[in-house]
Nanobody
Framework: VQLQASGGGSVQSGESLSLSCSGP????????IGWYRQAPGNQHDLVAAITSAGSTRYADSVQGRFTISRDNANKTVHLQMNNLRPEDTGVYYC??????????????WGEGTLVTVSS
């Protein structure tokens, strides 16, 4: 596993969590780093992504609540998740690839981290 994810946990609706993804420079330098949530059909749906230049993309469902940021010096990407909702529940995966998409396959994946939001 070349990408390492941390964070996650169980919270109540309206609370916040932060996820972090770190990895080697060769994966961070030129790639888009994305966070994906595994859907019930086992596909990985985009939550948020950030390019090496700092451009961001968000799923409509998290726009305004989640913020993705990138620390290239420390080879880390953070996903700040505020005002969490039960529908945000799922296993979140970090990914490095030349592009982002939903659903997404390919590139390099970290281990999933579980986020559980209860009402």
């Amino acid at each position: 596993v070349q990408l390492q994810a941390s964070g996650g946990g169980s919270v109540q609706s309206g609370e916040s969590l932060s996820l972090s993804c770190s990895g080697p420079e060769n994966l961070f330098r030129l790639n888009v780093i994305g966070w994906y949530r595994q859907a019930p059909g086992n596909q990985h749906d985009l939550v948020a992504a950030i390019t090496s230049a700092g451009s961001t993309r968000y799923a409509d469902s998290v726009q305004g609540r989640f913020t993705i940021s990138r620390d290239n010096a420390n080879k880390t990407v953070h996903l700040q998740m505020n005002n969490l909702r039960p529908e945000d529940t799922g296993v979140y995966y970090c990914n490095a690839d030349r592009r982002c998409s939903t659903p997404h396959a390919g590139g390099y994946w970290g281990e999933g981290t579980l986020v559980t939001v209860s009402s």
